[in-house]
Protein backbone atom coordinates (compact mmCIF):
# COMPACT_ATOMS: atom_id res chain seq x y z
CA UNK A 1 0.00 0.00 0.00
CA UNK A 2 1.45 3.29 -0.60
CA UNK A 3 2.40 5.79 2.13
CA UNK A 4 3.43 9.24 2.58
CA UNK A 5 7.29 9.01 1.94
CA UNK A 6 10.31 12.66 2.48
CA UNK A 7 13.09 12.56 1.45
CA UNK A 8 16.17 15.68 2.44
CA UNK A 9 18.90 14.94 0.35
CA UNK A 10 22.09 17.46 -0.03
CA UNK A 11 24.52 17.74 -2.70
CA UNK A 12 23.54 14.79 -4.86
CA UNK A 13 24.24 14.75 -8.42
CA UNK A 14 22.23 16.11 -10.97
CA UNK A 15 21.17 12.51 -12.55
CA UNK A 16 19.76 11.46 -9.04
CA UNK A 17 17.66 14.32 -8.78
CA UNK A 18 16.12 13.54 -12.07
CA UNK A 19 15.45 10.21 -10.62
CA UNK A 20 13.85 11.46 -7.44
CA UNK A 21 11.75 13.56 -9.16
CA UNK A 22 10.03 10.92 -11.37
CA UNK A 23 8.25 9.59 -8.19
CA UNK A 24 8.52 12.28 -5.47
CA UNK A 25 7.82 16.20 -5.97
CA UNK A 26 10.74 18.27 -4.79
CA UNK A 27 8.71 20.64 -2.78
CA UNK A 28 11.57 22.72 -2.00
CA UNK A 29 15.64 22.61 -3.31
CA UNK A 30 16.63 19.11 -1.65
CA UNK A 31 13.30 17.91 0.05
CA UNK A 32 11.74 15.40 -1.93
CA UNK A 33 7.59 14.28 -1.33
CA UNK A 34 5.58 11.88 -2.43
CA UNK A 35 2.83 8.76 -1.96
CA UNK A 36 4.57 5.70 -3.08
CA UNK A 37 4.91 2.04 -2.07
CA UNK A 38 7.76 0.58 0.04
CA UNK A 39 9.19 -1.36 -2.81
CA UNK A 40 9.72 2.10 -5.19
CA UNK A 41 11.04 3.66 -1.58
CA UNK A 42 13.11 0.88 -0.68
CA UNK A 43 14.58 1.25 -4.52
CA UNK A 44 15.21 4.53 -4.35
CA UNK A 45 16.71 4.71 -0.90
CA UNK A 46 19.63 1.70 -2.58
CA UNK A 47 20.06 3.92 -5.57
CA UNK A 48 20.70 7.24 -3.42
CA UNK A 49 22.72 5.61 -0.71
CA UNK A 50 24.92 4.16 -3.95
CA UNK A 51 25.39 7.19 -5.57
CA UNK A 52 26.01 9.77 -2.68
CA UNK A 53 29.45 10.86 -2.28
CA UNK A 54 29.95 14.14 -0.30
CA UNK A 55 26.27 15.16 0.38
CA UNK A 56 23.99 13.38 3.06
CA UNK A 57 20.41 12.50 3.19
CA UNK A 58 17.77 11.70 5.58
CA UNK A 59 14.43 9.24 4.31
CA UNK A 60 11.35 9.57 6.52
CA UNK A 61 8.51 6.71 6.20
CA UNK A 62 5.29 5.28 8.18
CA UNK A 63 6.33 2.51 10.36
CA UNK A 64 4.33 0.66 13.01
CA UNK A 65 5.92 2.09 16.19
CA UNK A 66 4.75 4.67 18.98
CA UNK A 67 5.77 7.81 16.86
CA UNK A 68 3.89 6.40 13.75
CA UNK A 69 7.41 6.85 11.58
CA UNK A 70 11.18 5.68 10.78
CA UNK A 71 14.19 7.26 9.85
CA UNK A 72 17.32 6.20 7.41
CA UNK A 73 20.29 8.58 7.24
CA UNK A 74 22.97 8.65 4.81
CA UNK A 75 26.38 10.29 4.54
CA UNK A 76 27.86 12.56 6.52
CA UNK A 77 25.33 13.81 9.52
CA UNK A 78 25.37 16.26 12.55
CA UNK A 79 22.61 14.92 14.36
CA UNK A 80 22.16 11.15 14.70
CA UNK A 81 19.62 9.14 15.24
CA UNK A 82 19.19 7.22 18.74
CA UNK A 83 17.25 4.36 19.63
CA UNK A 84 15.88 5.24 23.13
CA UNK A 85 13.60 2.22 24.67
CA UNK A 86 11.69 2.17 20.96
CA UNK A 87 11.81 5.88 20.64
CA UNK A 88 14.10 7.39 17.34
CA UNK A 89 15.56 10.50 18.88
CA UNK A 90 18.09 13.32 17.75
CA UNK A 91 21.47 13.71 19.04
CA UNK A 92 23.73 16.69 17.86
CA UNK A 93 27.56 15.43 17.55
CA UNK A 94 29.77 17.71 18.71
CA UNK A 95 32.56 19.62 16.59
CA UNK A 96 35.84 18.43 16.94
CA UNK A 97 36.92 21.93 18.18
CA UNK A 98 34.44 22.16 20.70
CA UNK A 99 35.12 18.18 22.03
CA UNK A 100 38.92 19.29 22.46
CA UNK A 101 37.63 22.70 24.79
CA UNK A 102 35.80 20.73 26.92
CA UNK A 103 38.75 18.26 27.30
CA UNK A 104 40.79 20.89 28.44
CA UNK A 105 38.30 22.11 31.31
Not at 38 to 64: F, I, K, Q
Not at 70 to 94: K, M, N, S, V, W
Amino acid sequence: MPSMTVIAATAIPEHLRGALTRWLLEATPQLYIGTISSRVRDELWNTLTACLTTGSAVLAYPSDNEQGFALRTAGPQRRETLDFDGLTLIAFRREPAIQEIAKSL
